[in-house]
């Protein structure tokens, strides 16, 4: 409970507003669910980064990649990125959905997925595996 | 006045898309962080969590809306490859950048970022989406789930920042006409 007390400048009104307490029911889920959502989200990035150090390195990796000509092997490395995240999200949401395991495995997990596709992503890393 | 077809993709991509989902960040982290049942009341805490599941959601959708459309509809304007004998490369703005000396880097360094870390963002966003429109308002009480939440959601906005910043960078040296 909470009492706010307004008081005008020349003291002439004062005004009270009284907030009265208040229950809010929250049912608490395992987290599961969310580490399969941001683990996915890990396997996602790290696709990325390996399919662009591959396209990179390699001139097959890079001509299968390219599935618009338009767009280039980008279009490869994009989708496939993003079938990846969503084929890890359906694997692992019914694996941990009524689960709850280890918030630092999760995160330690997830966190390095990121990290890998934001290294992988990178052009001064991945031009160190450029093919002649 | 008039904006091209390019000019007009190229700004909704840029400025409208992605400049709504960086400039929605702000609200999204302040909504997450002030997500504390000893600040605000019951109601507050509800009125939050509405808004807060329409804004990150809103945040996903815009995310994915601004890499698809960078992806598929600007650059390949960008990356296109001039007719043999083009001396005028101003249409051709990655040939632009290659040829110009002293620009180089715009593209391959500039450019080879942005187009891919850009589509971390989307990713990373729709599972902060997932969290918040699953969970509602546990985030309240759950303290690392809020924690967790947030820092992806800084991830997530890394991603897009680099990639908005380099483009508006890149813009600015190689306009896409």
């Known amino acids: 409970m909470a009492t706010i007390r307004v008081s005008r400048e020349g003291g002439q009104m004062i005004d009270e507003i009284e907030w009265k307490a208040e229950e809010l029911d929250i049912v608490e889920r395992p987290n599961g669910p ?22 990179e390195a390699s001139t097959d ?9 338009d767009v280039g092997p980008l279009s490869g490395k994009t989708l496939f990125a993003v079938i990846g995240y969503l084929v890890a999200w359906a ?17 330690i997990i997830t966190g390095l997925l990121l990290v890998g596709g934001f290294v992988g992503t990178f ?7 450029a093919s002649e | 006045m ?11 991509h840029g400025m409208v898309f992605g400049a ?16 504390r049942p000893e600040w605000v009341t019951v109601n507050g805490l509800q009125e939050r969590m509405t808004r807060l599941r329409l804004g990150v959601t809103t945040m996903a959708i815009v995310a994915w809306v601004t890499v698809i459309t960078g992806t598929w509809i600007v650059y390949p304007w960008y990356r296109a490859k001039p007719p043999s004998g083009t001396t005028d490369l101003t249409e051709y703005p990655r040939s632009f950048l290659l040829e110009t000396p002293g ?12 187009e891919h870390v850009a589509w971390i963002a989307p990713i990373v966003a729709t599972a902060v989406a997932f969290v918040v429109v699953y969970y509602g308002n546990q985030l309240i009480v759950d303290k690392r789930l809020r924690y ?4 992806l959601f800084v991830v997530a906005f890394a991603a897009a920042g680099i990639a908005g910043l380099l483009g508006a960078f890149i813009t600015k040296a190689a306009p896409l006409q």
């Not at chain 1, 990796?61 to 000509?69: A, R, Y």
């Not at chain 2, 091209?4 to 909704?12: D, F, I, M, Y």
């Open chain 1, 123 to 129: 052009p001064k890393f991945f031009e160190l595996f």
């Open chain 2, 20 to 35: 709504l989902f960086l400039l929605a960040f702000a609200g999204g982290v302040a909504g997450l962080w002030s997500l």
């Open chain 1, 34 to 55: 969310a580490m399969a959502a941001i683990i996915a989200a890990g396997i996602g990035a790290l696709i990325l980064g390996i399919l662009t150090t591959l396209n």
């Open chain 2, 103 to 114: 620009k180089e880097d715009w593209h391959e360094f500039g450019m080879e970022w942005k």
């Open chain 1, 61 to 69: 990796v890079h001509d299968f990649l390219e599935i618009d000509k």
């Open chain 1, 91 to 107: 694997v692992l949401a019914p694996l941990l959905w009524r689960r709850s395991i280890s918030w630092n495995t999760g995160l």
């Open chain 2, 2 to 12: 008039e904006l091209s077809n390019r000019e007009t993709w190229a700004t909704l």
């Open chain 2, 148 to 151: 967790t939440a947030m820092a």
